[in-house]
Antibody, heavy 118, light 112 residues
Framework: QISLKESGPTLVKPTQTLTLTCTFS??????????VGWIRQPPGKAPECLAV???????RCSPSLKSRLSITKDTSKNQVVLTMTNMDPADTATYYC??????????WGQGTMVTVSS | DIVMTQSPLSLPVTPGEPASISCRSS???????????LEWYLQKPGQSPQLLIH???NRASGVPDRFSGSGSGTDFTLKISRVEAEDVGLYYC?????????FGPGTDVDIK
């Protein structure tokens, strides 16, 4: 059974760096075509796909955020880490990680709410 | 970026009646391999989004057959044959043909 769980700080200050960890089970990122993605959703708004990483280390990131984003994987720990620099109050959102296979985010984590405020 | 639009943005429904949501993309989502890279998600109140449809018309595992997806190119439709009370929530379409993957604004479905 596939599951994912996001972890990280709930509050960060403007200009700080956010580091979120997605810990998953029930699958391996080394499987062909399998990926983990990070999606965020500001309160009351539509989701926004931030980054996706595949087992072959192929990465797809939002071009508008690419300079601030980093996505890495630790296959041995079954973790994917998202780093976002220079956080701003506009980055306040619920951050989800999700399993991606067959061109779909088919299993999502519960999400973690991150507030950016001084 | 590919821009996704949805209509209507709000949809009051009557249980037992059909419902339909339209999604349009600013560029064709039809790949040369014949697949349309369009997904539908439902976000129930207080929950994470859940996959309903992928590749335009493929129902995800465990999704009731009252949900169906259709369309090609730039015009897509999600249909619910007979709405049930548990179907309320926000429905989003998302394109995954090009990075960045982009979502529509959402359609809020609630019971009349």
């Amino acid at each position: 059974q596939i599951s994912l769980k996001e972890s990280g700080p709930t509050l960060v200050k403007p200009t700080q760096t956010l580091t979120l960890t997605c810990t998953f089970s029930g699958f391996t990122l080394s499987t062909s075509g399998v990926a983990v993605g990070w999606i965020r959703q500001p309160p009351g708004k539509a989701p926004e796909c931030l980054a996706v990483i595949y087992g072959n280390d192929d990465k797809r990131c939002s071009p508008s955020l690419k300079s601030r984003l980093s996505i890495t994987k630790d296959t041995s720990k079954n973790q994917v880490v998202l780093t976002m620099t220079n956080m701003d109050p506009a980055d306040t959102a619920t951050y989800y990680c999700a399993h991606r296979r067959n061109s779909a985010f088919d299993i999502w984590g519960q999400g973690t709410m991150v507030t950016v405020s001084s | 970026d590919i821009v996704m639009t949805q209509s209507p943005l709000s949809l009051p429904v009557t249980p037992g009646e059909p419902a339909s949501i339209s999604c349009r993309s600013s560029q064709s989502l039809l790949h040369s391999n014949g697949n349309n890279y369009l997904e539908w998600y439902l976000q129930k109140p207080g929950q994470s989004p859940q996959l309903l449809i992928h590749l335009g018309s493929n129902r995800a595992s465990g999704v009731p057959d009252r949900f169906s997806g259709s369309g090609s190119g730039t015009d897509f439709t999600l249909k619910i044959s007979r709405v049930e009370a548990e179907d309320v929530g926000l429905y989003y379409c998302m394109q995954c043909l090009q990075t960045p993957f982009t979502f529509g604004p959402g359609t809020d479905v609630d019971i009349k």
